[in-house]
């Protein structure tokens, strides 16, 4: 519901629509290290800019404000509560409520998000990695040869 609010997807809308193989970083805006990994593909927040960042942090920062203050308070809440609580603050902000689950599974934005990597590994493999693999298909090559 925060990421819908902040940029009108769910978090795997962004994923599905962001994940591209043929954008530098693979349409990645945060990663660890000098290149993205498997691992990073498939967090949406990854995919956001500076300004997406710093609203779904303030959205997040309110919620655990309120959060915090019903734990002092020892306040009783359901996840019913929680989710009714977070749409008012949503709806109390002007923020776009999310209807429903969304158009996109996260299954079919990590399998979409998987594929693009592969093609951007293929791009992207270090001159090393290249020599690596031509060694493998020569290796290769002379054992079916010997057969």
């Known amino acids: ?9 769910t ?9 591209n193989a043929e954008k530098e970083f693979m349409g990645l805006m ?5 290149r ?9 927040k990854n995919y956001l800019d500076e300004k997406e960042l710093r609203a779904l942090g303030q ?3 309110g919620y655990l404000d309120f959060a915090e203050r019903q734990a002092e308070r020892e306040q009783t809440m359901t996840m019913k509560d929680w989710a009714a609580h977070l749409d008012r603050i949503l709806t109390m902000s002007g923020e776009n409520l999310l209807q429903g689950a969304g158009a996109i599974s996260h299954e079919k934005a990590v399998e979409k998000a998987t594929a693009e ?14 020599n690596y693999l031509e060694s493998l298909k020569a290796i290769e ?5 010997k057969k």
């Open 59 to 61: 959205i997040v920062s």
């Open 36 to 44: 993205p990994y498997l691992k990073d593909i498939t967090i949406a």
């Open 30 to 34: 945060t990663f660890v290290g000098e």
């Open 11 to 19: 978090a795997a809308e962004v994923i599905f629509s962001r994940a």
């Open 141 to 145: 090559k002379k054992a079916k040869n």
């Open 117 to 130: 990597y592969k093609k951007y590994q293929q791009k992207t493999l270090s001159e090393a990695e290249k």
């Open 1 to 9: 519901k925060i990421h819908y609010a902040v940029h009108g997807q």
